[in-house]
Every structure is written in C-alpha cells, then in structure tokens.
C-alpha cells in the first residue's frame, strides 16, 4: 500500500506543478499558449533525465545503495524546492529563457520525483516481501498525475495565490519525504543479504526466469520507442490545434495531457482490455478516416459550433488512439527486470515528440502540420498489421488512398496559396495566414488583406479606389476605439501593446504625433511591413519594440503616454497579465493626466467586463464600455468587419460621464479583481450558444 501512496503522491506533485510553473511564467512570455507548450517538452525531457538516472543506478548499484543515494538526493531536493516569483534570463533566443527559467524554478526537485515511478517499481520487483505486479504501480503515478492536473484549475488556481500554490506544494513534498523514509525501512527489511552489499546485484532468487530473460532487442526498443513517440506527437499536436483553431485558455490547454493520462491509466489498471481493443481495428480506421476527411475538407463548418463541441471530439479521437498505441505498450512489455530499460525507451519516445514539435516544425512547416501529421500515421499504423491479411488489390488501393490524402493534405497544409492567400508563416509563437479578397461591386474596386492567427482576424487593410486607408475589423468607424478617437481626436504620444497589421497606425493623423508599439513576435512586425501599408499611411512617427508589450511599459522612462491601447491578444487567448491591477498601476503611472487607456475586450469564449469593473473600482478611475456589432445592411465598403467590444478607463471621470451620455454603458454582471499571483478565468466563461 505504501508503494502507492508515494507514487499516488508523487504524480501528483509532478502534474500540479507543470500548470502551476507554466502560470507564473505566462506574464513574461506573451500570455499565450506556446508557454505551456514549451513548458511541456521541459517536462517530458526532464523525466527523460530522471528515467536515464533511474536505469544507470538499477544497473550500476545494489537496491541498498540506490536507496542511500535517492535518500540522499531526496535530502538535497529540500533545499532547492521550486520558487515564486520567476526572473527570466535575458537576450537569450526563444524558447530557451522558458526553459533556462523552469530549470531555475522546479528543476532538481521535478527530476527526482521523476526517478520515483521507475525506482520504486524496481525495488518491489528485488524485494520478496512483496511479490505482486510491479507494472500496476504505473497506474497509481498516473492516477495521481490525472488528479494533480484537475486539482489546479479545479481547486488551487481558484482559492490560492501563486505564492500559496508553492507553499502547498512544497508541504505535499516534505510529506513524501516523511513516506519515503519509512519505506526504505520496509524495503530494507524485505531484501536479502546479498541485496544489501555495495555492489550490483540482481535477486535472481525471485524468478528463475530472471536469469532465462534475453537481451532485448534494437528491433523491440525501436518499436517501443515509436509507440510512445507517437502519443507525445498528438499530444503536442493536439494542443496545438485546439489553442489555435478552436479556442485558448488554460483549460484547453491541459485537456489533451488529462486525456493521455488517463489513457495510461486505463491500459495499465484493464491490461484485458487490449485483445479487445485490438480486434476493433475497422473501428479505429473509421474514426481516424472520418477525423481526417473532417479536419481536411470541412474543418471550418466543423469548428463553428461552440467551442466545447470540437474540443470534446478531436480530444475522444486523441484518447481513443492513445489507448491503442498505450495498450499496445503494455501488452509489449518485457519482464519486471527489465522495466528500468523499457521506462527509459518510453520516456524518450515522450521526449523526441516534445523536441520535434517545440524544436524542430517551427523551423520546418510554415503551418501547424503536427495534428494532422498524428493523425495520418496513427492510421497507417493500425492499418498496417491487418492489411497483411487483406486482398491484395484491396491492399493496394487502400494504401493508395492513403497515400494520396498524405500527399493533398501535406501540399494543402504547407505549400497551397490559392486565389486568395498570399503567404502562410509561422514563428516561435504562432502561425500567420494571409488573405487578400478582391471584390468588383461598382462603384468601389476593393481589396481586403487581413491576417488571421487560428480563427480570429488580426487587422489587415481595405484598398478603395482612391487608396485610401480605413480601419477595418475591431477598428472600424462604428467601433468603441474610432468613437475615442473621433471625439477626442487632441493627443501627442499614443502607446499600442500588440501590432497585429499595424491598423491602429491609421489613426495617427499629424506629424507631431508618436506612436509606440509593442509587440512581441519579430515575425508580426516582419509582416505588417511587407504586406500592409498601414505603417507606411501613418502621418504620426512610429517607433517598434518588441518585447512583451507590458514588460517593456515597466521599463519605460520616456514622457506619458495621452493614449495607451491593450490590443496584444492571440486568438482568444486572454493575456491576463496584461489585465492585472500590478499591470494598470504600471500603465498609470506613464498615462497623461487626462489621458485615455483602451482595451479590447472582444472574446467569443471568455467576458472580460468584470476584470475592467474590478480594475476601475480598485484604482478609482472611471470605466465604459462599448459593443459594436455590424450592419450588413448599412456597410458602405463590402469586406471584413466583425463584432468590437472596447472598454476605455481614465483618471478623467468627467470624460466618462461624456461617454456615458452618447451610448456607452457600465454593465457588469459582477467585479473580479485580477492580480499577478491570482486570477482565473472560470466564473467568466460566457454561456454556450447550442
């Protein structure tokens, strides 16, 4: 029992703090979801290295020794226990200062814990007290893993303050301590004398099969290593693809890494369900054929349900092909004596997933192919044992098919531009899609270019027939931000967090006016350059920095700001650090006396009018809010406009009042109040439309 509550309670710190350490990371990195990606590939690697120390020490030292030492190493980790606040490293290229900062932060302690699923297990299988499955014990880490995931969105996100959140935290782990302890006394006294020297040792005494267990084979480790590779792809790829074209919040973000728990979980604790499983094979090509054809050619009708519909589907298909591909692993799985060897080769499978996604497709798709790419050898896989019993010509022309949708899909994904996207891009933080629409409805020849992150469009430009520029999207003259502008058109220095096409540069209308923009991704700035002319038509003079947008307002020593516009969103994501009452006592302290903040507040998933009342009444300054949904009826330019909530906050009540008599309201449900080490984004969810 005991060999299950340490494990039990080891997953469950391992898994509470990778949300926990992915959040206090989050202001510094943009707010979206590539932090907790990376966050992720850390993770993987470091119990890649916990799971090589656990397969060096069963091999090098005696079941005594290795307890000494992990008592000792166990010690060590006391002093060195994760830490709050974090201080990213600086001019170090992405994604390393993530991962130099998770490091620093929960390094050590993290790689130990780490160490305790395999070593353990070894232990009880050299021990003759207790001669029971040692493979069941995975399903008690997992189980603690899955419960130290829900736990933090669910409990300690909610009622706890960052700082408190490690608190906890690090007394969770003085406890396992305490139960390591009185382990290590009952394994001592269940292992033989010769267990107890210095040197190697193997109980043979145990199993006469032991000493019958050949080497295992490159060709088996290589096999292992592909099914565990394979769930670390989809599992990258599946978060990817629900925080960029579904929706993003933390939520979603964990959802996919719950769901591969659970499915190790499953497999481990019902290894009987495995010959089942593999016998429905039609099923599973069925549902990776219908996933494909869905993601492929009817993805966007797909994704207009509400968010919830998408991301319980493709999260069952990510599930149902992790069970095949874990099962498969379990049923695989060698003799108890060789379960440090087969640990390692699965985490490593885990690790090479992680580095391909984290490291290796940005530099190499222009777009997010890794779903896709799961999907497509997941089916080839589960194809690939029954096909040898099929027809021949059967055969052929299935593979032909699939091989054909491997080559459309691919040429679809990465190279198609089509009559109306011009360029596809991705960087470190996300990918770009480009379009231009052309329209010949006289007396206007218009085109429209926006660019799109996931879902959402991003800005862009219309070019009427005299050239002229006007803000389209969330900035259109009906907009909350055009309305400030048009009534209060009188300012000098105009801050932007957040770049996008460069929209809002079309508002700078004299040559004596500044406007400082903010933006975090070099690849953002690269394109409003090349492929919109909004920077180019700006009267006012521009000056970029990138760097995240509330990061460098911190730093900033230059003269206040007349206007200062929140505008760094991706997607839906919310970059809640930018919303903090830490981070508007930053913006007011570089905001004229009368001047104007504004932010954009337009979420399909998530009402942030709360955030703004608490904000307001926190710091005595006066708050309204503005929705504009379009008209199609009364558009004069036919092209992109789309529904622009703002909320505008001033020191200057007097100017809200004003606002508040044209139209502009102060409805809110209720006040949050956000802070750096305390937020969270549930009471917010707005209501599902079904």
Same mark, same amino acid.
């Given at each position: 029992?005991?060999?299950?509550?340490?494990?039990?309670?080891?997953?469950?710190?391992?898994?509470?703090?990778?949300?926990?350490?992915?959040?206090?990371?989050?202001?510094?990195?943009?707010?979206?979801?590539?932090?907790?990606?990376?966050?992720?590939?850390?993770f993987?690697?470091?119990?890649?290295?916990?799971?090589?120390?656990?397969?060096?020490g069963?091999?090098?030292?005696?079941?005594?020794?290795?307890?000494?030492?992990?008592?000792?190493?166990?010690?060590?980790t006391?002093?060195?226990?994760?830490?709050?606040?974090?201080h990213?490293?600086?001019?170090?290229?992405?994604?390393?200062?993530?991962?130099?900062?998770?490091?620093?932060?929960?390094?050590?302690?993290?790689?130990?814990?780490?160490?305790?699923?395999?070593?353990?297990?070894?232990?009880?299988?050299q021990?003759?007290?207790?001669?029971?499955?040692?493979?069941?014990?995975?399903?008690?880490?997992n189980?603690?893993?899955?419960?130290?995931?829900l736990?933090?969105?669910?409990?300690?996100?909610?009622?706890?303050?960052?700082?408190?959140?490690?608190?906890?935290?690090?007394?969770?782990?003085?406890?396992?301590?305490?139960?390591?302890?009185?382990?290590?006394?009952?394994?001592?006294?269940?292992?033989?004398?010769?267990?107890?020297?210095?040197?190697?040792?193997?109980?043979?005494?145990?199993?006469?099969?032991?000493?019958?267990?050949?080497?295992?084979p490159l060709?088996?480790?290589?096999?292992?290593?592909?099914?565990?590779?394979?769930?670390?792809?989809?599992?990258?790829?599946?978060?990817?693809?629900?925080?960029?074209?579904?929706?993003?919040?933390?939520?979603?973000?964990?959802?996919?890494? &719950?769901?591969? +728990?659970?499915?190790?979980? /499953?497999?481990?604790? $019902? %290894?009987q369900?495995? =010959?089942?499983?593999?016998k *429905?094979?039609p099923?599973?090509?069925?549902?990776?054929?219908?996933t494909i054809?869905?993601?492929?050619?009817?993805?966007g009708?797909f994704?207009?349900?509400?968010?919830i519909?998408?991301?319980?589907?493709?999260?069952?298909?990510?599930?149902?092909?992790?069970?095949?591909?874990?099962?498969?692993?379990e049923?695989?799985?060698?003799?108890?004596?060789?379960?440090?060897?087969?640990?390692?080769?699965?985490?490593?499978?885990?690790?090479?997933?992680?580095?391909?996604?984290?490291?290796?497709?940005?530099?190499?798709?222009?777009?997010?192919?890794?779903? &896709?790419?799961? +999907?497509?050898?997941?089916? /080839?896989?589960?194809? $690939? %044992?029954?096909?040898? =019993?099929?027809?021949?010509? *059967?055969?052929?022309?299935?593979?032909?098919?699939?091989?054909?949708?491997?080559?459309?899909?691919?040429?679809?994904?990465?190279?198609?531009?089509g009559?109306?996207?011009?360029?596809?891009?991705?960087?470190?933080?996300?990918?770009?899609?480009?379009?231009?629409?052309?329209?010949?409805?006289?007396?206007?020849?218009?085109a429209?270019?926006?660019?799109?992150?996931?879902?959402?469009?991003?800005?862009?430009?219309?070019?009427t027939?005299?050239?002229?520029?006007?803000?389209?999207?969330?900035?259109?003259?009906?907009?909350?931000?055009?309305?400030?502008?048009?009534?209060?058109?009188?300012?000098?220095?105009?801050?932007?967090?957040?770049?996008?096409?460069?929209?809002?540069?079309?508002?700078?209308?004299?040559?004596?006016?500044?406007?400082?923009?903010?933006?975090?991704?070099?690849?953002?700035?690269?394109?409003?350059?090349?492929?919109?002319?909004?920077?180019?038509?700006?009267?006012?003079?521009?000056?970029i920095?990138?760097?995240?947008?509330?990061?460098?307002?911190?730093?900033?020593?230059?003269?206040?700001?007349?206007?200062?516009?929140l505008?760094?969103?991706?997607?839906?994501?919310?970059?809640?650090?930018?919303?903090?009452?830490?981070?508007?006592?930053?913006?007011?302290?570089?905001?004229?006396?009368?001047?104007?903040?504004?932010?954009?507040?337009?979420?399909?998933?998530?009402?942030?009018?709360?955030?703004?009342?608490?904000?307001?009444?926190?710091?005595?300054?006066?708050?309204?809010?503005?929705?504009?949904?379009?008209?199609?009826?009364?558009?004069?330019?036919?092209?992109?406009?789309?529904s622009?909530?703002?909320?505008?906050?001033?020191?200057?009540?007097?100017?809200?009042?004003?606002?508040?008599?044209?139209g502009?309201?102060?409805?809110?449900?209720?006040?949050?109040?956000w802070?750096?080490?305390?937020?969270?984004?549930?009471?917010?969810l707005?209501?599902?439309?079904?």
């Amino acid at each position: 029992m005991i060999f299950h509550i340490i494990l039990f309670l080891s997953g469950f710190l391992l898994f509470s703090i990778q949300p926990m350490a992915g959040k206090a990371l989050l202001p510094f990195f943009g707010g979206g979801a590539v932090v907790w990606m990376t966050a992720l590939f850390f993770f993987q690697f470091s119990l890649l290295i916990g799971y090589a120390i656990t397969l060096y020490g069963s091999k090098k030292f005696s079941p005594r020794s290795t307890l000494f030492i992990w008592l000792g190493f166990f010690l060590l980790t006391l002093f060195i226990l994760p830490s709050y606040p974090v201080h990213p490293p600086k001019n170090v290229p992405m994604p390393f200062p993530i991962l130099l900062s998770l490091l620093a932060m929960v390094g050590l302690p993290y790689i130990f814990l780490s160490t305790l699923n395999p070593m353990i297990q070894f232990w009880q299988s050299q021990n003759s007290r207790f001669q029971t499955n040692p493979y069941i014990l995975f399903g008690s880490s997992n189980l603690g893993s899955l419960a130290g995931l829900l736990a933090y969105p669910f409990f300690l996100e909610i009622f706890f303050p960052l700082g408190k959140e490690f608190g906890i935290w690090k007394i969770l782990y003085g406890l396992l301590c305490a139960l390591f302890l009185a382990m290590a006394f009952f394994l001592v006294k269940g292992l033989p004398k010769e267990a107890l020297s210095l040197a190697p040792y193997r109980n043979d005494d145990l199993s006469q099969e032991v000493k019958k267990v050949s080497k295992i084979p490159l060709s088996q480790k290589l096999y292992w290593l592909y099914l565990a590779f394979l769930p670390s792809l989809g599992l990258m790829g599946t978060t990817h693809f629900l925080s960029q074209d579904i929706a993003s919040f933390p939520f979603l973000w964990i959802l996919p890494l &719950i769901v591969y +728990l659970l499915s190790f979980i /499953v497999v481990f604790y $019902f %290894p009987q369900l495995q =010959k089942t499983f593999k016998k *429905i094979w039609p099923v599973h090509t069925a549902i990776l054929w219908i996933t494909i054809l869905i993601y492929t050619f009817n993805k966007g009708v797909f994704l207009r349900a509400n968010w919830i519909i998408p991301a319980l589907y493709f999260s069952f298909v990510f599930f149902w092909i992790c069970l095949y591909f874990h099962g498969t692993l379990e049923s695989e799985k060698p003799h108890p004596s060789r379960l440090p060897t087969f640990y390692f080769i699965l985490c490593l499978g885990g690790a090479l997933g992680g580095a391909f996604v984290t490291l290796i497709a940005p530099n190499i798709f222009p777009s997010f192919f890794e779903f &896709i790419l799961f +999907l497509i050898l997941a089916l /080839v896989t589960i194809i $690939f %044992p029954s096909a040898k =019993k099929w027809n021949q010509i *059967i055969r052929i022309i299935h593979h032909s098919l699939v091989l054909s949708l491997f080559i459309i899909i691919s040429y679809t994904e990465l190279f198609s531009y089509g009559t109306s996207l011009i360029h596809r891009g991705r960087s470190y933080y996300n990918s770009y899609l480009i379009y231009q629409i052309l329209e010949r409805k006289p007396p206007f020849l218009q085109a429209s270019r926006v660019i799109i992150q996931g879902t959402t469009i991003h800005g862009g430009e219309y070019l009427t027939k005299k050239g002229e520029y006007i803000p389209l999207s969330y900035y259109t003259q009906e907009s909350g931000i055009a309305k400030v502008f048009q009534k209060y058109p009188k300012w000098d220095r105009m801050a932007v967090l957040g770049l996008g096409s460069g929209v809002l540069a079309l508002y700078g209308k004299k040559e004596k006016q500044q406007i400082h923009f903010f933006e975090i991704d070099p690849y953002v700035v690269f394109l409003a350059q090349k492929f919109f002319h909004n920077l180019e038509a700006c009267k006012a003079s521009i000056r970029i920095t990138l760097g995240d947008g509330r990061i460098k307002m911190e730093k900033y020593s230059g003269p206040p700001f007349d206007r200062i516009i929140l505008d760094a969103f991706t997607g839906d994501a919310v970059p809640s650090h930018l919303l903090t009452i830490n981070a508007f006592r930053a913006y007011l302290s570089h905001l004229s006396k009368d001047g104007i903040v504004l932010a954009n507040i337009s979420n399909r998933y998530i009402d942030l009018k709360p955030v703004i009342k608490g904000l307001a009444e926190t710091l005595n300054i006066g708050y309204a809010f503005h929705l504009y949904r379009p008209n199609k009826k009364k558009k004069k330019f036919k092209g992109i406009y789309t529904s622009a909530a703002w909320a505008v906050l001033s020191p200057n009540k007097k100017l809200i009042q004003e606002l508040l008599k044209e139209g502009w309201d102060q409805r809110s449900s209720k006040s949050v109040i956000w802070r750096d080490d305390h937020y969270y984004l549930w009471p917010l969810l707005k209501k599902l439309d079904w």
